[in-house]
């Protein structure tokens, strides 16, 4: 579960970028000066952007929960998001 969590904390961190809420360095950032976090960058893209802050919603969403198939489905929404 662990794992799963620090997972997610990555796509957070990857959408949040280190300036905004929901951010923790603690966690890693494998995105780390590629831009300001994906959320704002994509800012004047509204269909991305929209996407994205649903990703971003799910990810925490699942940061919540200790129970494994929860945290799969929402690591698994992330995924199709990417692809969309």
Same mark, same amino acid.
């Given at each position: 579960?662990?794992?799963?969590?620090?997972?997610?904390?990555?796509?957070?961190?990857?959408?949040?970028?280190?300036?905004?809420?929901?951010?923790?360095? +603690?966690?890693?950032?494998?995105?780390? !000066?590629?831009?300001?976090? /994906?959320? *704002?960058?994509?800012? &004047? %893209?509204? +269909?991305?952007?929209?996407?994205?802050? !649903?990703?971003?919603?799910? /990810?925490? *969403?699942?940061?919540? &929960? %200790?129970?494994?198939?929860?945290?799969?489905?929402?690591?698994?929404?992330?995924?199709?998001? *990417?692809?969309?």
């Amino acid at each position: 579960m662990a794992m799963s969590h620090t997972h997610l904390h990555h796509v957070i961190n990857c959408l949040a970028g280190p300036k905004e809420t929901g951010y923790d360095a +603690a966690a890693g950032d494998p995105c780390q !000066n590629q831009g300001n976090g /994906a959320l *704002a960058d994509s800012a &004047s %893209n509204h +269909a991305l952007h929209g996407k994205l802050e !649903n990703a971003s919603a799910d /990810a925490q *969403a699942g940061l919540k &929960s %200790n129970a494994s198939a929860v945290v799969q489905s929402d690591a698994g929404k992330k995924a199709t998001t *990417a692809d969309s």
